[in-house]
């Protein structure tokens, strides 16, 4: 992936974290046929149509399928659909894989993509529009056969086979003998009752066609999963897998050195010296288009976390935002903090990506400049704010988010850090509760235009554009390129309005880039894991090592 470079440098010096239990005997050998990972968050469903996040991606890539699916790289790959032709700006035809069925035993036809498409527009649990707004570009959704599957969306999508990666798809006999028009409005010509989380959350209604079944879900504990012996692909090696949610790196790291688990994401940065001089384990890196950025309430004034002695929202300002991001140093955040495994952010991707401006150096540390903003915005004596975060969320960031609050604290910013668990810090956010938020996100395509279609652009529902806005930015300056980038199928005509949207960006500020983080996963030394760029674990890629 171009513009990004892992280095695993020797880093911060942490206390040692139980050596003694590093024997190598009490591994399991590779042979074995469960294996045990430890994610580093909590799902928040077994629905995959319930929240785009990245534990619930890891548990939907394995029980669910897509159409089309994204590999390691980020690269379209088919999958239910084995082939598909664009006829058009607007139509696309699917052909769809013969001899696939269900986990209880229903063949895979176009109609369970209908209902599949369907459902997602009426799902009572979804949260904050993760799917429903990919759905709601379809102009038309047509059954042309069991095998064919036309669609029409409302305005060009260059971006469509990213998009549709996203929808898993579900058999259509979870509404009975129902039948379904997408023309008949959104609920399709069915009154429901529609499958809900509690459905999928007991199993259920947890039937895919993918490489694994689910077996037991639990949102805070262990999760199992049994090979399908009847899967269309590839048959994995593992037999069962179960996953763990551990959402502090101490107790993930001391599971995998006790031998609880095979397989850990995210150790504590601190900790990788000790665990590459160790024989008994390997490390597997990443680097990522997650980008860890702080979003700024420039909406609301008076905002409900701020303090200003005018009384206004100094966030709306832009040189204000252009204070905070200059007051935060990258490079030291990146060598101290982060063990070298971040790439400083110069933008909203990494370089060389889509949208991105050419040979940007990373975003400037210049607390004097940010100081003399202040002042110039009329607060030469700083503000106050409440700094919301997660503390079990993004690889070190409780740590970070106390870095972040004392570089502002030293323009004379006055921070108070309120980090909480991420059950609890998304929820809030989708409410749109804070003034100040570090937020996480990782893009399925290598351009821009995802990002900014779901944080930057004017929040517009029907569109299912700027779902992610939290901060309120709008700026038709921005939007302007941004929305015809949207509709632009030329890639190279798409990637000059990305550039124009970005310098927007740039100066505006609403968003502040801090870094791209590079995925990290531990495991036994008889395994081999390459990572995945969307930082997700799956069963199916790890191997006995050769």
């Known amino acids: 992936m171009t513009g990004l470079r892992l280095t695993l440098t020797q880093g911060i010096a942490r206390n040692a974290l139980l050596p003694a239990l590093v024997v190598a005997g009490l591994a399991a050998p590779a042979t074995a046929q469960t294996l045990r990972v430890a994610l580093s968050a909590e799902t928040t469903s077994a629905d995959p149509l319930n929240y785009a996040l990245t534990p619930n991606t890891t548990l939907r890539q394995h029980v669910f399928e897509a159409l089309v699916d ?31 069925t269900f986990h209880n035993g229903q063949t895979f036809g176009a109609p369970d993509v209908l209902f599949t498409y369907c459902r997602a527009l009426n799902n009572s649990d979804e949260v904050v529009q993760s799917y429903s707004r990919l759905v709601r570009r379809l102009a038309k959704v047509e059954v042309v056969d069991d095998r064919t599957l036309r669609l029409t969306t409302r305005e060009p999508e260059p971006l469509l086979l990213n998009d549709l990666s996203n929808l898993s798809i579900l058999p259509r006999a979870l509404i009975g003998a129902a039948k379904l028009d997408f023309a008949a409005g959104e609920n399709c010509g069915f009154t429901g009752p529609w499958p809900g989380a509690a459905q999928f959350n007991d199993t259920s209604a947890a039937i895919g066609t993918g490489p694994y079944r689910l077996t037991s879900y639990s949102r805070n504990s262990t999760t199992e999963l049994a090979r399908n012996d009847s899967y269309w692909g590839a048959r994995p090696h593992w037999r069962t897998v179960r996953m763990t949610p551990v959402t502090a790196a101490g107790p993930r790291l001391a599971g995998l050195l006790a031998g609880d688990y095979d397989v850990i994401e995210s150790p504590a940065t601190g900790d990788l010296p000790r665990l590459r001089e160790n024989a008994a384990f390997r490390i597997s890196a990443k680097p990522t288009t997650r980008l860890i950025f702080l979003q700024l309430d420039t909406a609301r004034a008076p905002s409900p976390f701020v303090e200003a002695a005018d009384g206004k ?59 003399a903003l202040l002042a110039e915005a009329g607060y030469p004596n700083g503000f106050s704010l409440t700094f919301h975060a997660t503390n079990n969320r993004y690889i070190n960031d409780a740590r970070l988010a106390q870095v972040l609050a004392q570089f502002w604290q030293r ?34 395509a290598s351009e821009t235009l995802m990002f900014f279609r779901n944080w930057l652009m004017s929040t517009d529902r029907a569109r299912g554009v700027g779902t992610s806005n939290y901060g309120g930015w709008s700026e038709p300056r921005f939007d302007g390129p941004a929305q015809q980038a949207m509709i632009t199928m030329d890639d190279a005509a798409r990637g000059t309005l990305l550039r124009q ?42 191997k006995p090592a050769e």
């Open 70 to 100: 994204l590999d390691a790289d980020l690269a379209v790959q088919p999958a239910l659909a084995e082939s598909w032709t664009r006829q058009d700006d607007l139509t696309w035809e699917f052909r769809l894989r013969q001899g696939v």
């Open 313 to 371: 929202n100094p966030l709306q300002d832009a040189r204000v935002r252009q204070a905070l991001s200059l007051a935060i140093d990258r490079k030291t955040i990146q060598d101290r903090l982060m063990d070298g495994i971040s790439l400083p952010a110069t933008q909203f991707l990494p370089n060389g990506m889509a949208g991105t401006l050419p040979d940007l150096p990373v975003l400037p540390y210049d607390p004097a400049r940010a100081r």
């Open 411 to 444: 323009i004379g910013v006055k921070v108070q850090l309120d980090a909480m668990p991420g059950s609890v810090f998304f929820g809030r956010r989708g409410k749109r509760e804070f003034s100040v938020a570090m937020g996480g996100w990782s893009a399925d």
């Open 501 to 542: 949207a970005s310098q927007v960006a740039l100066e505006q500020m609403p968003v502040i880039p801090v870094h791209f983080e590079n995925a990290v996963w531990a495991f036994r030394k008889d395994l081999s894991y390459g990572g995945r760029v969307d930082q997700t674990t799956f069963a199916a890629e790890v």
